[in-house]
């Protein structure tokens, strides 16, 4: 499990010379899919931070660091006590029964706000996300997310990256 989940944006140059100066990291490079915005993510399992503007994320529940790979589905929600916590229950029965095609899940809490909660899923493909997403099993979550979310202010972010470690 990922217990501490640093992620940072930058240009390509700066977010090298991270990788660069922090060889004892295990670090993930990725773009968002269809744009030139690089994210750099964290794996090492610290719980300090190398990034000058980090986001940090707390894990509650998922899968080893090694599935962190393809095409990684961020799904960002704001709920207050009583949602997070039927959210944090269905999310993670949705991540031990995730289909084959997708690499792992994992669920974590922002360090900084407590009310917010990451769902991030890693999938061969991102036609592989997009018929998760259609499925029945992703119900048991739809309530919270996008244009089915009871309350739009649930989820205030959501994106698809691509890892593109070893195309530097």
Known sequence: MINYLHFTAG????L???IDGHPDRQ???ATTMGSSRYYLFDLSNQPQSVFSAPVTLLGLTGDDEQNFKGIVHLESFNNDDRQKEVLTKKAQTLI???????YGGWLFVNERDTNNL???TCWEDEHDVLKWQDSDQYDLIR???GHDAKN???MYY???????DGLL
């Open 11 to 14: 240009t390509r140059n700066v």
């Open 152 to 154: 739009m202010r649930n």
């Open 27 to 29: 670090f993930k490079l």
């Open 118 to 120: 990451m769902l991030i």
């Open 158 to 164: 959501h994106d698809n990256f691509e890892i593109v």
């Open 16 to 18: 090298q010379g991270v």
């Open 96 to 102: 031990s029964n995730l289909p084959n095609h997708s």
């Open 143 to 145: 309530e919270f997310s």
